[in-house]
């Protein structure tokens, strides 16, 4: 059975900083993408950042290039999303994704709200 399950998301204040965690089962971790996504309310779902397995390459959106930064423990089954200088356009909620060709697969998301 395969799962992705987020955690990490919380209420932070403008400038702070939070890292969410995705733990990976039931499918061959190191063999995929793994991207974090978001979505706002009323906005379509985006890409945040993706990195790539084997090698590890990563993108990321323009809005986020420089204060985000993602990683992966494939030894752990595991992606991090190292978020800061947060703004409160960040808010949304965050979705783990892994895909290899026609396969992918989506976390439930965690909430991350940025906010005074």
């Known amino acids: 059975q395969v799962q992705l399950v987020e955690s990490g998301g919380g209420l932070v204040q403008p400038g702070g900083s939070l890292r969410l965690s995705c733990a990976a089962s039931?499918?061959?971790?190191?063999?995929?993408?793994m991207s974090w996504y978001r979505q706002a309310p009323g906005k379509e779902r985006e890409l945040v950042a993706t990195i790539t397995s084997p090698g590890g390459s990563t993108n990321y959106a323009d809005s986020v290039k420089g204060r985000f930064t993602i990683s992966r423990d494939n030894a752990k089954n595991t992606v991090s999303l190292q978020m800061n200088s947060l703004k409160p356009d960040d808010t949304a909620v965050y979705y783990c994704?892994?895909?290899?060709?026609?396969?992918?697969?989506w976390g439930q998301g965690t909430q991350v709200t940025v906010s005074s």
């Open positions: 994704n892994a895909q290899r060709r026609w396969f992918t697969y």
């Open positions: 039931g499918f061959t971790f190191s063999i995929y993408a």
